[in-house]
């Protein structure tokens, strides 16, 4: 199945390849590249959960020679995203649905204790750096990658303004495991703007410092994000050749 889904891949595009490398976090190298492309395959379900994924196609896909594939097959690896398949060699890593539970009740707790404190500790400056921020969103267009990204920012804009320097390396390393779970769960229909308007309530209650009310919204909204998460785990595995065929139509 692996063999005949690479085969009707295009190769990427220099343009794709080089998008994957314009992250914030790339160094532009070929094992950057390819890291990000696989990565993108697996989070968006072209390659299924249990898939095994052989090297020399993955060389025919990314037009690269073995040795940036392998390094990036090496991180992924530590990232925990592929895993030794039975018989030898590697295959996408099943999702560990008690593990993203755990992952999203600590989740739900730092992001409340977050917006209490910002309701307590944000001061004029930081709200008014909040609502700047909900304004430019309602201006992005409506692709659910780009409000992934910008909500990133604004949770890390709360994190800020709750002056804790330990719940922010927590929320920031949980952050970096969330981010291996899959799609954007800004891509079910209508979350975009759901999302949105959670995050203007939360700031309102910031602003006037109701730390209470803060930490129940940001709780709801996480609980919110672990709903749709289950949703989007259960459609990836679920989804059949002919889905994944579709989707890789859809290739950058
Ligand atoms: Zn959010």
Redesign the pocket.
Known sequence: MWKALIDGMEPLSDSALAAFASGPRASGGLSEQAYRAIREAIQEGWLAPGQRVLELELCAWLKMSRTPVREALRRLQSDGMLVHAAGGGLSVAQHDLRAVAELYDVRESLEGTAAALAARNGDVTEVHILEAMLDSHRRLPDDPKVHARE?AL??EHIYRAARNRFLLKSLQDLHDAVALLGRTTFAAPGRIRE?WS??EAIVAAIRRHDSTEAEALARA??RR?YQLRLAAIAETTQAGPQTRMEQRLRLP
């Open positions: 909500n604004f949770h999302a959670e995050h909204h996480v994000g």
